[in-house]
Protein backbone atom coordinates (compact mmCIF):
# COMPACT_ATOMS: atom_id res chain seq x y z
CA UNK A 1 0.00 0.00 0.00
CA UNK A 2 1.32 3.65 -0.75
CA UNK A 3 1.70 6.13 1.96
CA UNK A 4 -0.41 8.44 0.46
CA UNK A 5 -2.44 10.87 2.81
CA UNK A 6 -5.35 9.60 0.94
CA UNK A 7 -4.71 5.98 2.06
CA UNK A 8 -3.64 7.28 5.35
CA UNK A 9 -6.88 8.26 5.76
CA UNK A 10 -8.38 4.84 4.44
CA UNK A 11 -7.21 3.67 8.15
CA UNK A 12 -7.60 6.10 10.32
CA UNK A 13 -9.51 5.58 13.27
CA UNK A 14 -13.24 6.41 13.43
CA UNK A 15 -13.29 9.27 16.29
CA UNK A 16 -10.29 10.73 14.83
CA UNK A 17 -12.36 10.67 11.32
CA UNK A 18 -15.42 12.04 13.24
CA UNK A 19 -13.43 15.08 14.77
CA UNK A 20 -11.74 15.68 11.03
CA UNK A 21 -15.31 15.49 9.40
CA UNK A 22 -16.94 18.08 11.96
CA UNK A 23 -13.77 20.33 12.07
CA UNK A 24 -13.86 20.42 8.09
CA UNK A 25 -17.51 20.72 8.11
CA UNK A 26 -17.63 24.21 10.29
CA UNK A 27 -14.82 24.84 8.28
CA UNK A 28 -16.79 24.82 4.89
CA UNK A 29 -19.55 26.33 6.06
CA UNK A 30 -17.80 29.52 7.58
CA UNK A 31 -15.57 29.82 5.05
CA UNK A 32 -18.85 29.95 2.25
CA UNK A 33 -20.33 32.41 4.42
CA UNK A 34 -16.95 35.19 4.95
CA UNK A 35 -16.63 34.87 1.10
CA UNK A 36 -20.30 35.11 -0.07
CA UNK A 37 -20.71 38.06 2.04
CA UNK A 38 -17.62 39.44 0.42
CA UNK A 39 -19.14 38.55 -2.90
CA UNK A 40 -22.43 39.85 -2.20
CA UNK A 41 -20.85 43.48 -1.18
CA UNK A 42 -19.07 43.40 -4.18
CA UNK A 43 -22.08 42.90 -6.34
CA UNK A 44 -23.63 46.01 -4.88
CA UNK A 45 -20.51 48.16 -4.74
CA UNK A 46 -19.15 48.01 -8.05
CA UNK A 47 -22.00 48.74 -9.70
CA UNK A 48 -23.02 51.88 -7.50
CA UNK A 49 -19.01 53.16 -7.59
CA UNK A 50 -19.91 53.10 -11.66
CA UNK A 51 -23.14 55.49 -11.21
CA UNK A 52 -21.21 57.67 -8.97
CA UNK A 53 -18.82 57.95 -11.85
CA UNK A 54 -21.51 59.00 -14.02
CA UNK A 55 -22.46 55.75 -15.65
CA UNK A 56 -24.37 55.15 -18.27
CA UNK A 57 -26.89 52.53 -17.71
CA UNK A 58 -25.50 50.30 -20.33
CA UNK A 59 -21.89 51.08 -18.67
CA UNK A 60 -23.57 50.15 -15.25
CA UNK A 61 -24.93 47.01 -16.62
CA UNK A 62 -21.21 45.90 -17.84
CA UNK A 63 -19.97 46.52 -14.30
CA UNK A 64 -22.19 43.46 -12.98
CA UNK A 65 -21.68 41.62 -16.27
CA UNK A 66 -17.84 41.42 -15.57
CA UNK A 67 -18.21 39.20 -11.81
CA UNK A 68 -20.14 36.42 -13.97
CA UNK A 69 -18.81 36.60 -17.52
CA UNK A 70 -15.32 35.02 -16.18
CA UNK A 71 -17.52 31.33 -15.88
CA UNK A 72 -18.13 31.56 -20.13
CA UNK A 73 -14.71 32.58 -20.40
CA UNK A 74 -12.31 30.06 -17.98
CA UNK A 75 -14.63 28.11 -16.44
CA UNK A 76 -13.26 24.96 -18.49
CA UNK A 77 -9.53 25.52 -17.90
CA UNK A 78 -10.13 26.45 -14.73
CA UNK A 79 -11.77 22.76 -13.96
CA UNK A 80 -8.72 21.49 -15.60
CA UNK A 81 -6.30 23.67 -13.07
CA UNK A 82 -8.38 22.13 -10.07
CA UNK A 83 -8.28 18.43 -11.33
CA UNK A 84 -4.08 19.07 -11.75
CA UNK A 85 -3.69 21.00 -8.50
CA UNK A 86 -4.07 21.13 -4.77
CA UNK A 87 -7.31 22.75 -4.36
CA UNK A 88 -7.16 23.67 -0.92
CA UNK A 89 -3.94 25.95 -2.36
CA UNK A 90 -5.69 27.32 -5.12
CA UNK A 91 -8.74 28.47 -2.92
CA UNK A 92 -6.46 29.65 -0.89
CA UNK A 93 -5.02 31.54 -3.94
CA UNK A 94 -8.12 32.92 -5.15
CA UNK A 95 -8.79 34.61 -1.94
CA UNK A 96 -5.64 36.18 -1.47
CA UNK A 97 -5.95 37.69 -5.30
CA UNK A 98 -10.03 39.01 -4.20
CA UNK A 99 -8.37 40.21 -1.92
CA UNK A 100 -5.99 42.15 -3.36
CA UNK A 101 -8.03 43.63 -5.87
CA UNK A 102 -10.59 44.48 -3.43
CA UNK A 103 -7.15 46.34 -1.57
CA UNK A 104 -6.02 48.00 -4.97
CA UNK A 105 -9.73 49.21 -5.76
CA UNK A 106 -9.81 50.89 -2.05
CA UNK A 107 -6.21 53.05 -2.59
CA UNK A 108 -7.76 54.00 -5.96
CA UNK A 109 -10.83 54.99 -4.94
CA UNK A 110 -9.29 57.23 -2.35
CA UNK A 111 -6.70 58.54 -5.03
CA UNK A 112 -9.41 59.96 -6.88
CA UNK A 113 -8.16 57.38 -9.78
CA UNK A 114 -11.45 55.36 -10.35
CA UNK A 115 -12.76 54.83 -13.58
CA UNK A 116 -15.21 52.43 -15.64
CA UNK A 117 -12.24 51.00 -16.86
CA UNK A 118 -10.65 50.12 -13.51
CA UNK A 119 -14.47 49.01 -12.17
CA UNK A 120 -14.44 46.38 -15.43
CA UNK A 121 -10.86 44.87 -15.10
CA UNK A 122 -11.27 44.71 -11.49
CA UNK A 123 -14.74 43.13 -11.88
CA UNK A 124 -12.84 40.40 -14.56
CA UNK A 125 -10.24 39.53 -11.60
CA UNK A 126 -12.54 39.24 -8.65
CA UNK A 127 -15.04 37.33 -11.38
CA UNK A 128 -11.81 35.11 -12.44
CA UNK A 129 -10.97 34.50 -8.90
CA UNK A 130 -14.59 33.00 -7.89
CA UNK A 131 -14.29 30.84 -10.81
CA UNK A 132 -11.42 29.27 -9.57
CA UNK A 133 -12.91 29.72 -5.79
CA UNK A 134 -15.71 27.90 -6.75
CA UNK A 135 -14.85 25.34 -8.92
CA UNK A 136 -11.53 24.10 -6.18
CA UNK A 137 -14.63 24.38 -3.22
CA UNK A 138 -16.67 21.91 -4.40
CA UNK A 139 -14.45 19.85 -5.57
CA UNK A 140 -13.00 19.98 -1.82
CA UNK A 141 -15.91 18.75 0.00
CA UNK A 142 -15.89 14.60 -0.54
CA UNK A 143 -12.72 14.92 0.34
CA UNK A 144 -13.09 17.15 3.39
CA UNK A 145 -16.68 15.23 4.57
CA UNK A 146 -17.46 11.39 4.36
CA UNK A 147 -20.58 10.49 2.45
CA UNK A 148 -23.04 9.85 5.23
CA UNK A 149 -22.68 13.44 6.51
CA UNK A 150 -22.23 14.53 2.88
CA UNK A 151 -25.95 15.85 2.18
CA UNK A 152 -26.46 17.65 5.34
CA UNK A 153 -23.17 19.50 4.46
CA UNK A 154 -24.03 20.46 1.14
CA UNK A 155 -27.72 21.36 2.96
CA UNK A 156 -25.70 23.91 5.60
CA UNK A 157 -23.60 25.38 2.74
CA UNK A 158 -26.39 26.18 0.17
CA UNK A 159 -28.38 27.30 2.76
CA UNK A 160 -25.43 30.21 3.49
CA UNK A 161 -24.64 30.89 0.08
CA UNK A 162 -28.45 31.81 -0.06
CA UNK A 163 -28.09 34.14 2.75
CA UNK A 164 -24.96 35.87 2.76
CA UNK A 165 -25.35 36.04 -1.38
CA UNK A 166 -28.62 37.11 -2.26
CA UNK A 167 -29.29 39.05 1.41
CA UNK A 168 -26.71 39.97 3.89
CA UNK A 169 -24.24 40.74 1.27
CA UNK A 170 -26.12 43.14 -1.39
CA UNK A 171 -27.80 44.72 2.17
CA UNK A 172 -24.69 45.42 3.87
CA UNK A 173 -22.81 46.74 0.76
CA UNK A 174 -25.38 48.43 0.09
CA UNK A 175 -25.52 50.08 3.67
CA UNK A 176 -21.59 50.53 3.23
CA UNK A 177 -21.83 52.27 0.53
CA UNK A 178 -24.38 54.71 1.76
CA UNK A 179 -21.66 54.95 4.65
CA UNK A 180 -18.66 55.22 1.76
CA UNK A 181 -17.58 53.23 -0.46
CA UNK A 182 -13.84 52.88 1.06
CA UNK A 183 -15.99 51.01 4.01
CA UNK A 184 -17.57 48.51 1.84
CA UNK A 185 -14.13 47.51 -0.21
CA UNK A 186 -12.18 47.19 3.10
CA UNK A 187 -15.30 45.04 4.79
CA UNK A 188 -14.87 42.81 1.42
CA UNK A 189 -10.97 42.56 1.89
CA UNK A 190 -10.92 41.59 5.28
CA UNK A 191 -13.87 39.18 4.64
CA UNK A 192 -11.47 37.46 2.20
CA UNK A 193 -8.26 37.19 4.11
CA UNK A 194 -10.56 35.82 6.78
CA UNK A 195 -11.82 32.69 4.18
CA UNK A 196 -8.33 31.89 3.45
CA UNK A 197 -7.31 31.75 7.11
CA UNK A 198 -10.22 29.50 7.10
CA UNK A 199 -9.76 27.15 4.25
CA UNK A 200 -6.26 26.63 5.92
CA UNK A 201 -8.03 24.68 8.62
CA UNK A 202 -9.30 22.19 6.46
CA UNK A 203 -8.35 19.21 7.61
CA UNK A 204 -6.92 16.66 5.17
CA UNK A 205 -5.57 16.19 1.97
CA UNK A 206 -6.73 17.96 -0.94
CA UNK A 207 -4.98 16.92 -4.15
CA UNK A 208 -6.75 15.34 -6.69
CA UNK A 209 -6.68 11.53 -6.43
CA UNK A 210 -7.41 8.63 -8.50
CA UNK A 211 -7.62 4.80 -7.78
CA UNK A 212 -5.31 2.36 -9.53
CA UNK A 213 -5.95 -1.38 -10.25
CA UNK A 214 -5.73 -2.48 -6.74
CA UNK A 215 -8.49 0.14 -5.61
CA UNK A 216 -6.23 2.06 -3.68
CA UNK A 217 -6.82 5.55 -4.04
CA UNK A 218 -3.38 7.53 -4.42
CA UNK A 219 -1.99 10.97 -5.54
CA UNK A 220 -1.45 10.74 -9.17
CA UNK A 221 1.90 11.90 -11.15
CA UNK A 222 1.52 15.54 -12.75
CA UNK A 223 -0.42 15.17 -16.50
CA UNK A 224 2.03 13.72 -18.93
CA UNK A 225 0.23 15.64 -21.33
CA UNK A 226 1.49 19.57 -21.61
CA UNK A 227 0.41 22.85 -23.48
CA UNK A 228 -2.75 24.39 -24.98
CA UNK A 229 -3.25 20.27 -26.55
CA UNK A 230 -3.21 18.66 -23.28
CA UNK A 231 -5.11 21.33 -21.60
CA UNK A 232 -8.28 20.96 -24.47
CA UNK A 233 -7.33 16.89 -24.06
CA UNK A 234 -8.30 16.90 -20.38
CA UNK A 235 -11.34 19.30 -20.85
CA UNK A 236 -12.85 17.12 -23.58
CA UNK A 237 -12.68 13.98 -20.76
CA UNK A 238 -14.46 15.96 -18.95
CA UNK A 239 -17.31 17.15 -20.77
CA UNK A 240 -17.51 13.84 -22.55
CA UNK A 241 -17.66 11.99 -19.04
CA UNK A 242 -20.56 14.54 -18.32
CA UNK A 243 -22.12 13.45 -21.38
CA UNK A 244 -22.02 9.75 -21.19
CA UNK A 245 -23.32 9.59 -17.81
CA UNK A 246 -27.38 9.83 -18.39
CA UNK A 247 -28.10 11.01 -14.80
CA UNK A 248 -25.64 14.05 -14.82
CA UNK A 249 -26.56 14.95 -18.44
CA UNK A 250 -30.44 15.34 -17.20
CA UNK A 251 -29.48 17.15 -14.55
CA UNK A 252 -27.35 19.22 -16.48
CA UNK A 253 -29.37 20.12 -19.39
CA UNK A 254 -32.53 20.63 -17.20
CA UNK A 255 -30.91 22.94 -14.86
CA UNK A 256 -29.71 25.10 -17.78
CA UNK A 257 -33.46 25.71 -18.93
CA UNK A 258 -34.16 26.34 -15.15
CA UNK A 259 -31.30 28.88 -14.37
CA UNK A 260 -32.53 30.41 -18.03
CA UNK A 261 -36.01 30.51 -16.64
CA UNK A 262 -34.77 32.05 -13.11
CA UNK A 263 -32.49 35.07 -15.16
CA UNK A 264 -35.76 35.68 -17.27
CA UNK A 265 -37.93 36.03 -13.51
CA UNK A 266 -35.12 38.67 -12.32
CA UNK A 267 -34.88 40.63 -15.52
CA UNK A 268 -38.53 40.94 -15.71
CA UNK A 269 -39.78 41.23 -12.34
CA UNK A 270 -38.39 45.44 -11.76
CA UNK A 271 -40.81 46.02 -14.65
CA UNK A 272 -43.47 43.77 -13.71
CA UNK A 273 -43.99 44.35 -10.42
CA UNK A 274 -43.87 48.04 -11.06
CA UNK A 275 -46.23 48.70 -14.51
CA UNK A 276 -48.28 45.14 -13.05
CA UNK A 277 -48.45 44.92 -9.95
CA UNK A 278 -48.25 48.64 -9.03
CA UNK A 279 -45.68 48.03 -6.62
CA UNK A 280 -43.32 50.19 -4.89
CA UNK A 281 -39.89 49.65 -4.23
CA UNK A 282 -40.22 48.17 -1.27
CA UNK A 283 -42.65 46.03 -2.45
CA UNK A 284 -40.28 44.47 -5.13
CA UNK A 285 -38.02 44.03 -2.46
CA UNK A 286 -40.05 41.53 -0.71
CA UNK A 287 -40.80 39.81 -4.10
CA UNK A 288 -36.94 39.35 -4.31
CA UNK A 289 -36.91 38.06 -0.77
CA UNK A 290 -39.10 35.45 -1.22
CA UNK A 291 -37.02 33.86 -3.15
CA UNK A 292 -34.44 33.42 -0.15
CA UNK A 293 -36.59 32.83 1.88
CA UNK A 294 -37.59 29.60 0.14
CA UNK A 295 -33.87 29.23 0.01
CA UNK A 296 -33.58 29.10 3.42
CA UNK A 297 -36.70 26.92 3.54
CA UNK A 298 -34.95 24.29 1.01
CA UNK A 299 -31.99 24.04 3.17
CA UNK A 300 -33.70 23.48 6.69
CA UNK A 301 -36.24 21.28 5.01
CA UNK A 302 -34.01 18.77 2.25
CA UNK A 303 -33.38 15.56 4.90
CA UNK A 304 -36.87 15.71 5.75
CA UNK A 305 -38.39 16.10 2.11
CA UNK A 306 -35.77 13.68 0.88
CA UNK A 307 -37.07 10.84 3.38
CA UNK A 308 -41.03 11.88 3.38
CA UNK A 309 -40.88 11.76 -1.25
CA UNK A 310 -37.27 10.79 -1.75
CA UNK A 311 -34.65 12.66 -3.65
CA UNK A 312 -36.69 12.13 -7.21
CA UNK A 313 -39.28 13.99 -6.37
CA UNK A 314 -37.31 16.86 -4.28
CA UNK A 315 -35.78 17.12 -7.50
CA UNK A 316 -38.63 17.54 -9.68
CA UNK A 317 -40.01 20.18 -6.80
CA UNK A 318 -37.32 22.88 -8.24
CA UNK A 319 -39.32 22.19 -11.76
CA UNK A 320 -42.63 22.44 -10.11
CA UNK A 321 -41.41 25.50 -8.16
CA UNK A 322 -39.98 27.33 -11.47
CA UNK A 323 -42.70 26.20 -13.20
CA UNK A 324 -45.41 28.83 -10.56
CA UNK A 325 -42.75 31.24 -10.89
CA UNK A 326 -43.40 31.72 -14.03
CA UNK A 327 -46.63 30.89 -14.81
CA UNK A 328 -48.38 33.25 -11.63
CA UNK A 329 -47.17 36.35 -13.35
CA UNK A 330 -48.14 35.15 -16.55
CA UNK A 331 -52.25 34.29 -15.12
CA UNK A 332 -52.47 35.69 -11.93
CA UNK A 333 -50.60 38.91 -11.19
CA UNK A 334 -51.56 39.84 -7.51
CA UNK A 335 -48.85 40.70 -5.64
CA UNK A 336 -49.19 38.04 -3.25
CA UNK A 337 -49.34 35.20 -5.71
CA UNK A 338 -46.42 36.52 -7.13
CA UNK A 339 -44.71 36.14 -3.78
CA UNK A 340 -45.83 32.91 -2.66
CA UNK A 341 -44.42 31.42 -5.97
CA UNK A 342 -41.35 32.54 -5.89
CA UNK A 343 -40.80 31.68 -2.27
CA UNK A 344 -41.85 27.79 -3.53
CA UNK A 345 -39.22 28.39 -6.59
CA UNK A 346 -36.62 29.77 -4.36
CA UNK A 347 -37.34 26.31 -1.88
CA UNK A 348 -36.89 24.07 -4.77
CA UNK A 349 -33.72 25.63 -5.89
CA UNK A 350 -32.51 24.50 -2.87
CA UNK A 351 -33.57 20.97 -2.69
CA UNK A 352 -32.15 21.05 -6.21
CA UNK A 353 -28.78 22.38 -5.37
CA UNK A 354 -28.26 19.86 -2.23
CA UNK A 355 -29.31 17.12 -3.92
CA UNK A 356 -27.69 17.62 -6.88
CA UNK A 357 -24.55 18.08 -5.66
CA UNK A 358 -24.95 15.08 -3.68
CA UNK A 359 -25.15 13.28 -6.65
CA UNK A 360 -22.74 14.39 -8.22
CA UNK A 361 -20.09 13.80 -5.81
CA UNK A 362 -20.84 10.25 -5.32
CA UNK A 363 -20.62 9.56 -9.27
CA UNK A 364 -17.64 11.67 -10.17
CA UNK A 365 -13.97 9.92 -9.48
CA UNK A 366 -12.08 12.86 -7.75
CA UNK A 367 -9.64 13.13 -10.36
CA UNK A 368 -12.66 14.36 -12.58
CA UNK A 369 -14.41 17.00 -10.12
CA UNK A 370 -12.66 20.26 -10.77
CA UNK A 371 -13.85 19.49 -14.51
CA UNK A 372 -16.94 18.45 -14.10
CA UNK A 373 -18.16 21.13 -11.70
CA UNK A 374 -16.94 23.51 -14.28
CA UNK A 375 -18.45 21.99 -17.62
CA UNK A 376 -22.04 21.99 -15.48
CA UNK A 377 -21.32 25.18 -14.13
CA UNK A 378 -20.81 26.53 -17.59
CA UNK A 379 -24.05 24.78 -19.02
CA UNK A 380 -26.35 26.36 -15.95
CA UNK A 381 -24.44 29.95 -15.49
CA UNK A 382 -23.93 30.31 -18.92
CA UNK A 383 -27.84 30.37 -19.66
CA UNK A 384 -28.01 33.70 -17.08
CA UNK A 385 -27.60 36.80 -19.95
CA UNK A 386 -29.26 34.73 -22.72
CA UNK A 387 -32.42 33.97 -20.24
CA UNK A 388 -32.25 37.86 -19.86
CA UNK A 389 -31.73 38.82 -23.74
CA UNK A 390 -34.51 36.66 -24.72
CA UNK A 391 -37.27 37.93 -21.86
CA UNK A 392 -36.19 41.43 -22.89
CA UNK A 393 -36.92 40.94 -26.16
CA UNK A 394 -40.33 39.00 -25.37
CA UNK A 395 -41.40 41.53 -23.07
CA UNK A 396 -40.32 44.58 -25.53
CA UNK A 397 -42.39 42.63 -28.75
CA UNK A 398 -45.59 40.71 -27.17
CA UNK A 399 -45.37 42.48 -23.27
CA UNK A 400 -44.37 40.62 -19.92
CA UNK A 401 -46.80 38.50 -19.30
CA UNK A 402 -46.61 36.81 -22.60
CA UNK A 403 -43.01 36.42 -22.01
CA UNK A 404 -43.38 35.13 -18.36
CA UNK A 405 -45.75 32.72 -20.48
CA UNK A 406 -43.41 31.63 -22.98
CA UNK A 407 -40.64 30.61 -20.08
CA UNK A 408 -43.48 28.24 -18.42
CA UNK A 409 -43.67 26.62 -21.46
CA UNK A 410 -40.32 26.06 -21.47
CA UNK A 411 -39.87 24.60 -18.04
CA UNK A 412 -42.90 22.58 -18.56
CA UNK A 413 -41.43 20.96 -21.55
CA UNK A 414 -38.88 19.34 -18.96
CA UNK A 415 -41.37 17.16 -17.18
CA UNK A 416 -41.21 14.38 -19.81
CA UNK A 417 -37.26 14.04 -20.27
CA UNK A 418 -36.48 14.46 -16.64
CA UNK A 419 -39.34 11.91 -15.58
CA UNK A 420 -37.77 9.71 -18.33
CA UNK A 421 -34.31 9.77 -17.26
CA UNK A 422 -34.29 10.53 -13.41
CA UNK A 423 -35.42 7.21 -12.42
CA UNK A 424 -35.16 4.93 -9.17
CA UNK A 425 -32.69 3.11 -10.83
CA UNK A 426 -30.46 5.59 -12.17
CA UNK A 427 -30.76 7.36 -8.41
CA UNK A 428 -29.93 3.86 -6.75
CA UNK A 429 -26.84 3.89 -8.73
CA UNK A 430 -25.42 6.92 -7.23
CA UNK A 431 -27.04 5.84 -4.22
CA UNK A 432 -24.36 2.96 -4.35
CA UNK A 433 -21.84 4.22 -6.50
CA UNK A 434 -18.12 3.96 -4.46
CA UNK A 435 -16.08 6.86 -6.54
CA UNK A 436 -13.34 6.46 -3.42
CA UNK A 437 -14.55 7.34 -0.37
CA UNK A 438 -16.40 6.01 2.56
CA UNK A 439 -18.61 3.03 1.51
CA UNK A 440 -21.45 3.73 4.24
CA UNK A 441 -24.31 0.93 4.69
CA UNK A 442 -26.46 4.34 5.34
CA UNK A 443 -26.97 6.19 1.89
CA UNK A 444 -30.41 7.83 2.57
CA UNK A 445 -28.67 11.01 1.73
CA UNK A 446 -29.46 10.17 -2.17
CA UNK A 447 -32.10 7.43 -2.13
CA UNK A 448 -34.02 6.89 -5.11
CA UNK A 449 -37.58 7.22 -3.05
CA UNK A 450 -39.12 7.71 0.87
CA UNK A 451 -37.76 4.68 2.02
CA UNK A 452 -34.61 3.94 4.25
CA UNK A 453 -32.96 0.44 3.39
Given at each position: ?????????????????????????????????????????????????????????????????????????????????????????????ADLVR??????????????????????????VIGAA???????????????????????????????????????????????????????????????????????????????????????????????????????????????????????????????????????????????????????????????????????????????????????????????????????????????????????????????????????????????????????????????????????????????????????VAVAA????????????????????????????????????????
Amino acid sequence: MSDTPANQALVASPDKERSRSGRNEVVLVAFTAMTNMADGVLKITLPLLAVGLGGTPGQVAVVGLTLTLPWLLVSLPVGVLADRADRRRLIILADLVRLVTALALLVVATGDGLSMAVLYAAGLVIGAAEVVANTATGAVVPAAVPRRRRARANAWIAGVETLANEFCGPAVGGLLVGVGAALALGSSAAAFAVGAVLIALLAGSFRPVHRGADGLASEPEPEAREGVAGVIAEIGEGLRFLWRDRLLRTLSLTITVLAGAWSAWLALMPSYATAVLAADPRGYGLLISAIGLGGLAGAGLTAVVNRLLGVRWALFADLVGTFLMMVVPAVFPVAWAVGVAAFAGGMGGTLWTVNSRTIAQALVPDRLLGRYGSAARLLGWGTLPLGAALAGVLAEVYGLRVAFAVFAVAVAALTVPFLWNVTAAQLRRAAESDTGEDSDADHENIRPNGNRT
